[in-house]
């Protein structure tokens, strides 16, 4: 018998149990499914009424004999043993027994992105959530999109997974922008409902980069001394350089004292993606 070992379901909702079985038994003769609990048959798929109203939704003719629980409760953790009959064929898999353990609270949904976290790349972003039942999936719902449709996948080991995707290309407005996705649950009376959130953290080049001096008219008495700011817009946050604008070009000001009379500069905001320059500014000396 193939089932998992263990197994996680949500009170007030509902468990698919995915199972198999293998036989040498002709099982085109009649076949049925009986769940042990504790010794005790708890369901058993000839009879009309059972101890748990259990459904095998499995073809039992085809060696399938996955299982839906309804309406769980937390007197339904423990382990079951599953018995399959084909007189005379009759067998009980002491060894594979299943394990469900019932949780008052929801998962949370996982948030993954694909792809690079560049300016104008694209990336792909996926919420999805663990789905013991999907009869029943959990609704996701995020701020990328109002109205995003889920898609329930099974899983390589018979289990199900309910995701939402959404293509993004960033760009600087996406740094620092946190993405959220809820996962509700419906159980008997309402929701259960889980969130996630992640910031992107997205790179890009330094840009609108302004110097400004005062006093703002850049005129200075003699002996005074004159500020000089420069801002950029950048991540990772930039790094500033002065440059004064001489015959032979723009030269470094940004260390030491600086002493003149009449000049122009302008200031550098660079990161490792690139650089970006502002516009000049003039200081003079008052009277001259």
């Known amino acids: 018998v193939n089932v998992p070992g263990q197994i996680e379901a949500l009170s007030g909702s509902c468990l698919q149990v995915p199972c198999s079985f293998n036989s040498t038994s002709n099982l085109t003769r009649a076949t049925y499914a009986l769940w042990k609990s504790k010794q005790k048959t708890i369901f058993n798929s000839r009879e009309s009424v059972n101890l748990y109203p259990l459904k095998i939704i499995g073809n039992l003719g085809e060696k399938n004999c996955t299982t839906l629980f309804p309406d769980l409760n937390s007197s339904y953790t423990g382990d079951y ?13 002491f060894c594979h027994p299943l394990q469900i353990r019932v949780r008052d609270s929801q998962w949370s949904p996982s948030l993954n992105i694909s792809g690079d976290l560049e300016e104008n790349q694209s990336v792909t972003v996926t ?118 604008i001489s015959r032979h070009g723009g030269a470094n000001v940004s260390v030491g004292s600086v002493y003149t009379f009449n000049a122009t500069f302008y200031c550098v905001a660079a990161n490792r993606l690139g650089h970006s320059r502002s516009s000049v500014i003039h200081v003079g000396l008052r009277g001259k």
Do not use: M
């Open 81 to 93: 043993v599953l018995r399959i009959e084909n007189r005379p064929f009759k067998a009980t898999a």
């Open 127 to 244: 919420c999805s959530a663990f789905t013991p039942c999907p009869h029943s999936p959990p609704e996701l719902t995020w701020n990328l999109q109002q109205h995003s449709l889920g898609q329930t996948e099974k899983n390589p080991d018979g289990t199900f997974t309910t995701k939402i995707q959404e293509t993004v290309i960033l760009s600087d407005a996406h740094n620092g922008y946190s993405i959220s996705c809820s996962a509700g649950y419906p159980v008997n009376g309402g929701n259960k409902t889980a969130k996630a959130e992640v910031t992107l953290s997205v790179p890009y080049v330094p840009r609108n980069t302004r110097a400004s001096v005062s006093p703002s008219s850049g005129l200075v008495s003699a002996g005074s001394r004159v500020e000089l700011s420069c801002c950029s817009r950048a991540w990772p946050p930039p790094s500033f350089t002065w440059f004064r």
